[in-house]
């Protein structure tokens, strides 16, 4: 039903767009302006003044594998944005521009016009990590063995704990990106994909931030949530196996709120069924409503 | 449904709450022709585009493409299908070249870059197929749209109101070009306003209001019904009499004091015969042709506003 083909029409639609270079050089940009004006700083500050903070800083941030760490949290702060504003855009500008009904009568199967979308989505965030791995990297080279900005070794950090949050935040990117894909083809528009993407992910993020309270005065509300949140499961899931907590009751906030061990198989297992369920809905509407025009 | 037709459609209807766009509508287009179809705005032209090539769902009648059912057999129409609806649209931060090759690719074929340097320099955007479209007026979108429908050579070609935004010299070059296309085999579904254009350029035609099938037919035989033999002779009221008596014919009184007769050129002869044997004075016979475009307005007029003009016959 997918076909090099749509995919490729699809790779040629958004690599010529120009909010989406801009969206994928943000984070990168960001990331390489950061670790070049510590280094900057760290090069130029004289011997006496690095003591308060500077040179731990450069040391903190710069070689690997924090380099690697800083660019997990960057993009775990700033990429969901990216993700929204991107799939919204992606599939609303078909709204907008009324291009849908120009493509869809070409090809007999509606719905792979949308799964390409989602696919094609899913390779440009992987180009994102990839960009992300391909400015911090060598930074980090030139200023671990030119600069001699050597790591920091008071804080053990092992490149695996990074490599393991980065996939837990993609995970969590890839949900909220099919949240806002049927968002946008519900509401039929960019900006509405949008603007329900930051509500849906502000409000589960403070809602999640909330259990702990929540839970003081209605515990079981609070079981409720933990397990109808995916925030909670992809924050189970961030603690319990990127970050290696103890699965016990008093070991991750979710196990603390649901009072028992969750297993992170059962974690992955919910986030996948809400991100197919949500993927199913938008391909379902898609392809069964009407296209009567903007 | 019958394969030989390119497309047909049964009481195919589209409702919105309370507003009936399409109502009970039949189609019998023949492959291999041009096919008008005219209606005044809203009579629910588009709407017929868009259930015939699936991109709304008739509320009830069902339609059919090259023998195919046009809600479930896409993927067989949808290879043999080129169209613009409404208006074309396209990407605007692509070039005209990459637009096409993206529609292309949507239709799952190989795209082949030759064709398309071809098809932009058949509509006459060959210097700007390198622009992107955002720089292009609407009458080179409008070519850009014909381009676009041609690209996989399709067998059914749907234009709704090509010649949009075309200068005078542009109309003449699209409308040159669904003749063309039609003598090469294409069965064109042409939806215009422009009565002219689509006298000039179909076969065949449908007129729709409100919705409903008003007249289909071919071009040729709905003016030949609607045309008629004008003659001024007296006495008239003898001339009238005399005509009336053949049942063959349909006389009745013309303006300026002629005799309107529905009647084929070459039987004018013996009717002039017979109006002199019966000594009456013929003074002038001329033919009335009817156009599209009386056929049109007197279709689709209210009653209150019909012309009091000759009637006009039509094949229904």
Known sequence: MITLNLLRAEWLKTRKRRINRALLAIIPALLAVIMILVMIKAVTTPGEALGDGMLRDAKQLVPYPHNLRMAVSLLAEFGSLVVIVFVATSVGSEYGYDTWKGIVPRYGHRAAFLLTKWIVGLSTLLLLVATIFAVVLPLGWVGETVLAISADTTTTLAPSVSVKSLAVTLLSFVFIGTFTLLATVVARSAVAGVVSGILATTIMLLIHDLLPEIAEGTPLLAKGLAWILPVSHFSNLQHQWAQGAPAGEAGTPMALIVGQPVPVALNLLIGLVYIGAMLGASVAIFSRRDMAGE | MSEGYAIQARGLTKRYKHVVAVNTLDLDIPRGTVYGFLGPNGAGKTTTIRMLLGLIRPTSGRAAVLGHDSRTGRHAIAPKVGAIVESPTFYPYLTGAQNLEVLWRSSNMPV?????????????????????????????????????????????????????????????????????????????????????????????????????????????????????????????????????????????????????????????????????????????????????????????????????????????
């Open chain 2, 112 to 316: 082949d870059r030759r064709r398309i340097e071809m098809l932009l320099a058949r509509v006459g955007l060959a210097e700007r197929g390198k622009h992107t479209v955002k720089t292009y007026s609407l009458g080179m979108k409008q070519r850009l749209g014909i381009a676009a429908t041609l690209l996989t050579d399709p067998e059914i070609i749907f234009l709704d109101e090509p010649t949009n935004g075309l200068d005078p010299a542009g109309t003449v070059e699209v409308r040159t070009l669904i003749g063309q296309l039609g003598r090469d085999g294409h069965t064109i579904f042409l939806s215009s306003h422009l009565l002219n254009e689509v006298e000039q350029v179909c076969t065949d035609v449908a007129i729709v209001q409100k919705g409903e099938l008003k007249l289909q037919g071919t071009v040729r035989d709905l003016l030949a019904q609607s045309s008629h033999i004008l003659i001024k002779a007296a006495p008239h009221e003898r001339a009238l009499s005399l005509l009336r008596a053949d049942p063959a014919l349909q006389a009745r009184p013309g303006e300026d004091g002629t005799i309107a007769v529905t009647a084929a050129m070459d039987e004018v002869p013996s009717l002039i015969s017979a109006l002199v044997s019966a000594d009456i004075a013929v003074y002038d016979v001329r033919e009335h042709r009817s156009t599209l475009e009386q056929l049109f307005l007197d279709r689709t007029a209210q009653p209150h506003e019909r012309p009091h003009g000759p009637h006009v016959e039509v094949m229904e």
